[in-house]
């Protein structure tokens, strides 16, 4: 399974941004999938997971209330909505999946997930 990230950009702050992530090779509805971030100089870190029914999701308290992800199994896609972007946001994003036999079950750790995209980066001005 490959995994292809976009979406990323320069932004001012408090813009919106919409990442979107698409597989290939292989199928999210089998996954749960889940976006991580790492900003220059710092460790990457957990954002947002959803589970493989698309009913239970997950979020750093950091994005809480601002960003949202969702997925369309039927285009192969997760999606990564970023609204009321600050400058912390600014970082490389990163979609992970991992095929689960769980319907409902969140990962939040790197280490539970198998796949992953090459990164988009994100860049928010002040």
């Known amino acids: 399974v490959q995994l292809q990230a976009s979406g990323g950009g320069l932004v001012q702050a408090g813009v919106s941004l919409r990442l979107s992530c698409v597989a290939s090779?292989?199928?999210?509805?089998?996954?749960?999938v889940a976006w991580f971030r790492q900003a220059p100089g710092k460790e990457r870190e957990f954002v947002a997971a959803?589970?493989?029914?698309?009913?239970?999701?997950y979020y750093a308290d950091s994005v809480k209330g601002r960003f949202t992800i969702s997925r369309d199994d039927a285009k192969n896609m997760v999606y990564l909505q970023m609204n009321n972007l600050e400058p912390e946001d600014t970082a490389a994003y990163y979609c992970?999946?991992?095929?689960?036999?769980?319907?409902?079950?969140?990962?939040?750790?790197?280490?539970?997930?198998?796949?992953w995209g090459q990164g988009t980066q994100v860049t928010v001005s002040s």
């Open positions: 090779g292989g199928s999210f509805s089998k996954s749960a």
């Open positions: 992970a999946s991992r095929p689960i036999s769980n319907w409902n079950m969140i990962l939040r750790f790197e280490h539970q997930y198998d796949y």
């Open positions: 959803i589970s493989k029914s698309g009913g239970r999701t």
